[in-house]
């Protein structure tokens, strides 16, 4: 008989934690089907995964966070995955109080991590923390926590949004606005992280910029004309001020080529927004809202 969970666990070099987390997974529930995800490792995590009782994946080479979820999820064969960190952060007593809130009747439940405690670093809690209030402006919810990583989620609807999703890091923010986007119901489960053991694989420094483009990506997912919509509004209304402020100076009512650049600027801002939101609408003309 097959197991209706599935805990899927990508797993970079993480030897020091992988055998303790896969041997409390199956002494929680021996019928949950315990995937780890090995993304290339080179200290033996997978074979320290499989002897602990899990199935291993193995990738060849490291091909980032998102790939081997991605690669977990086609393996698995439960209804409902849950996706959880190989570092000992997330604990998997929380995963039963996961599923209870996905039981209640949603598509997505997120492990949302509380406090300052549960982050990485101020940096990190303070991008977090922008993160999360410009995704909640774009859906018009609440959004407890874009970026973890600990999630129940249906398997059928999260297949689905494969093609989205990015081989990095950013896969929980992709597939979290894509469920929003699709009509999915979300929710948030309150969470304390432990602290990673072992050395991080993300840099603050290196990722910030992959951090940033996120944001875009948020918008782009969700809805790209409340993105570009403001920006052509700023910029057209640069190129009136400037318009008005010419005239003021000059006493000539002249319409300058500053003035005609940032209006003409302004109105291509927007056309690229319509046309954007018109692509957004297809990629998700195809992914049904239905309630079983």
Known sequence: MLSTRSIVIPAK????T???????????????????????????????????????VTQPYSKGNGAAIKRGARAASGEVLVFMDADGQHDPADIDRLLYRYDEGYDLVVGARSGLGSQASVARWGANAFYDSFASWMVGQPIDDLTSGFRAVNRRKFLSFLYLLPNGFSYPTTSTMAFYRAGYSVGFLPITVAKRQGRGHIRLFRDGLRFLLIIFKVGTLYSPLKVYFPFSVFTAGLGVFNYVATAMITESWRFTNMTALLVSSGV???LLGLLSEQLTNLQYKDVAVDDD
Not at 13 to 16: G, I, L, P, V, W
């Open 13 to 16: 070099n993480e030897s020091a």
């Open 18 to 56: 992988i055998a303790g987390l896969v041997h409390r997974l199956l002494a929680q529930n021996s019928s949950w089907e315990v995937i780890v995800v090995d993304d290339g490792s080179t200290d033996g995590t997978g074979d320290l995964a499989a002897e602990a009782g899990a199935m291993v």
């Open 268 to 270: 291509i801002i927007f």
